[in-house]
C-alpha cells in the first residue's frame, strides 16, 4: 500500500502530538485532581470531626451543670466547675464553633477556585491543541511544496525513463530569486539524463558498427554466453540456421531444433567442450536442421575479457563452396591433364597411326586377311586408334557444368570410366566386373559430374583393396528410377566410421600414400543428390563394401529442374 511522505509526517507529528496530550492529561487530571479531591475530604472529615467534638462538649457542658444543680450533695472539683459555670465558656465554644464553620467554608471554596482552575487550564489545554493542529497542517502544506511537489516531479521523471522514454525533463524555473538543495537535485538530474541519452545513443552507434562489422564477414559468427544464449549473430549465420532471429536464442534450439543442450552421443558440442572440460580452439563439422545437407565446419573459442561473465565464439564455415571448388579445382586439373596428354600424346599417335595406315596400303593392300603380317599391322592400328580414344574420353570428363544439363546413358558413361580406370585397376591386379542393364538408363544432369561421381567411387575400392580383388558394377532398372552399384572386396569400413565417411575432410585412408583429402565422398554426396537421387553404403570389416546410387526416374526429374 502506497503512502505519500506528506502523509507520513503529518500523521507522525498528529501521532505523537496525541500521546503526549493524553500523558499531561492523564498526569494532571488524574493524578493531580486526585491529590486535590483527597485533601478536600480529608479536611471536610477533619473539621466535620472537630465540630462534631465541640458540639459534644458543649452538650455535656449543659448537661453536667444540670446535674450539679439537682444534686448539690455531688462534690465536684472547683477547677471544673469553675470552667463549666460560667457563660464565658459557653460563648467561648460557640465563638470556636462559628470559626470553625467559617474555615470550612473558606477551604470548600478554595478547592472550588481549584477545581475551577483546572477546567481553564483544560479549556487552554484544548484551544492549545487546536492550534497546534492548525500548525501541523500549514507545516504539511509547507512540507508538501518545498519537498514533496519536486519529489514528485523527480518521481514522475523516473518512471518514464525506467520506461524507455529519455526524452523527459524535470521542468525548473530558469532564474529562481531563491534556490535549494532539491533546486540542484533536478539539475544534476536532468544533466544526468543528458548523458545518459548521449552515451546510449553512442553504445547504439557502436552496437549498430559491431553489428555491420560481423555481418560482412562471410563466415557465419555467433557468441554465446554460459547458459547456451546466443547474444551476437551476423547474417551468414541466421542464413546457415535458416532463421530470422537469433537473439537470445538457445543454440542448440537454433542449430539442432532440440529442447536441451546436444548430447556428446548425438552431436558434439564445442559449448560444453569450453566451459566444463576447460578446451580451448575447439574445431568440429556438424550439420544444422535449417540445412541438413549442407557440412558446416565450427572453429570454437572462449572470450577472453574482464568480465565474469564468460562468452564462446564460433566462427562456421558452410564447406558446400569449398567442396564445389575442389570439385572444379579436381575438374580443372583433369582438364588440364587431358589436355596436356591430347597435345602430348595424341599428336605422336595420330602420326604412328598415318605411318601405319601408309604401311598397311602400301605393302599389304594386295595380302589377304588372314595374312599373319597383315593381322598384326591392322592389330597394332586398331590399338592405336583406341589409345587416340583415350584423350578424347579425359576430355570429355572434364566438360565444364556451362554444358548445361542433359540427358545420360548411365551404361556408356560407365564404360568410359571403367576404360579409363582398367590399367590402374589391373596394376593392382583387381579385375573390374560390369553389367549393364537390359534397357537403356538414363538419368538427367550434368555427364561430367556424373564420370566424377563413377570415378571417386571407383578409386576409393581400388585404395580398399590390398593385394587383389574385384570390383563388381551393376545397373539396374526399377520403378523407383535407376540403381547402380559398386561392390569391392576390400577391407571393408569399421563401423563407428560408416556415418562420417560422407562428412568433408574425413578421409579413412589405410596407409599415408593413399590417404586423400576426405572430399571424394563428399563432393560424390552432393553431386548425387544435385541429381534428386541419394546415395548408400553397407560395409562389413574384412569383407568388402558396396555403395548404391539411386536415382529418380528422367521423367519426374526433368519436371523437378522445370
Known amino acids: 500500500m502506497f503512502v505519500s511522505l506528506n502523509k507520513k509526517i503529518i500523521y507522525s507529528i498528529f501521532s505523537l502530538f496525541l500521546i503526549t496530550s493524553i500523558i499531561f492529561v492523564y498526569t494532571f487530571y488524574i493524578v493531580y485532581g486526585n491529590k486535590i479531591q483527597e485533601e478536600q475530604n480529608y479536611s471536610i472529615q477533619r473539621n466535620q470531626q472537630y465540630i462534631d467534638l465541640l458540639y459534644r462538649n458543649i452538650n455535656i457542658t449543659k448537661e453536667f451543670r444540670r446535674i450539679t444543680a439537682e444534686h448539690p450533695e455531688l462534690k465536684v472539683s472547683p477547677s471544673i466547675l469553675t470552667s463549666i459555670s460560667t457563660d464565658a465558656n459557653d460563648e467561648k465554644q460557640i465563638k470556636l464553633l462559628s470559626l470553625e464553620q467559617k474555615q470550612i467554608r473558606e477551604n470548600t471554596r478554595s478547592f472550588d477556585e481549584r477545581y475551577r482552575a483546572i477546567s481553564e487550564s483544560m479549556k487552554i489545554l484544548g484551544i492549545s491543541s487546536i492550534l497546534i493542529i492548525l500548525a501541523i497542517f500549514f507545516l504539511g502544506y509547507l512540507i508538501n511544496w518545498w519537498i514533496l511537489y519536486p519529489i514528485n516531479k523527480i518521481t514522475d521523471v523516473s518512471q518514464k525513463v525506467s520506461q524507455g522514454d529519455l526524452s523527459v525533463r524535470i521542468e525548473n524555473k530558469k532564474h529562481p530569486k531563491f534556490t535549494d538543495e532539491l533546486y540542484f537535485l533536478t539539475i544534476t538530474f536532468n544533466n544526468m539524463l543528458d548523458n545518459l541519452r548521449k552515451f546510449i545513443s553512442e553504445a547504439k552507434e557502436q552496437e549498430a558498427f559491431l553489428q555491420a562489422l560481423i555481418d560482412s564477414i562471410p563466415d557465419g559468427i555467433r557468441v554465446i554466453d554460459k547458459n547456451y544464449n546466443i547474444i551476437i549473430s551476423n547474417k551468414a549465420y541466421r542464413k546457415q540456421v535458416g532463421s530470422g532471429q537469433t537473439k537470445y536464442t538457445k543454440c542448440y534450439q537454433a542449430s539442432q531444433n532440440l529442447n536441451a543442450p546436444c548430447s556428446r552421443e548425438k552431436q558434439y558440442c564445442p559449448v560444453q567442450a569450453i ?55 579436381k575438374l580443372s586439373s583433369l582438364g588440364f591433364l587431358s589436355t596436356s596428354i591430347a597435345h602430348e600424346i ?195 570389416v574384412g569383407a568388402g563394401s558396396c555403395f548404391t546410387l539411386s536415382f529418380p526416374p528422367i521423367k519426374n526429374l526433368a519436371k523437378k529442374k522445370l
Open 275 to 329: 566451459l566444463k572440460n576447460k578446451q580451448d580452439n575447439i574445431k568440429v563439422i556438424q550439420q544444422f536442421c535449417g540445412h541438413p545437407s549442407r557440412h558446416l565446419s565450427i572453429n570454437a573459442a572462449p572470450l577472453h575479457h574482464t568480465g565474469k561473465e564468460k562468452y564462446i565464439v564460433e566462427s562456421i564455415r558452410d564447406l558446400s563452396d569449398d567442396i564445389n571448388f575442389s570439385h572444379q579445382q
Open 346 to 540: 595424341k599428336n605422336h599417335l595420330g602420326a604412328l597411326r598415318i605411318i601405319t595406315e601408309r604401311l598397311i596400303d602400301k605393302f599389304y593392300a594386295n595380302r589377304p586377311n588372314d595374312d599373319e603380317e597383315k593381322k598384326h599391322l591392322t592389330l597394332i592400328y586398331n590399338e592405336l586408334l583406341n589409345c587416340i580414344d583415350v584423350p578424347e574420353r579425359l576430355l570429355k570428363l572434364t566438360r565444364s557444368n556451362s554444358d548445361g544439363e542433359q540427358k545420360i546413358d548411365c551404361a556408356a558413361a560407365v564404360e568410359d570410366v571403367i576404360a579409363l580406370l582398367d590399367f590402374e585397376a589391373k596394376s593392382k591386379g583387381v579385375n573390374i566386373s560390369f553389367t549393364p542393364p537390359k534397357e537403356p538408363s538414363c538419368i538427367f544432369g550434368n555427364e561430367a559430374d556424373f564420370k566424377m561421381v563413377v570415378i571417386n567411387i571407383i578409386l576409393n575400392a581400388l585404395k580398399a583393396i590390398e593385394d587383389k580383388g574385384e570390383i563388381n558394377i551393376a545397373i539396374k532398372n526399377t520403378s523407383r528410377g535407376v540403381k547402380i552399384s559398386f561392390a569391392d572386396t576390400g577391407v571393408g569400413i569399421p563401423p563407428e566410421n560408416l556415418s562420417r565417411i560422407f562428412d568433408p575432410f574425413f578421409s579413412d585412408g589405410h596407409d599415408s600414400t593413399q590417404k586423400g583429402n576426405g572430399l571424394g565422398l563428399s563432393i560424390s554426396k552432393s553431386i548425387v543428390e544435385k541429381f534428386g537421387g541419394h546415395i548408400h553404403v553397407e560395409s562389413e
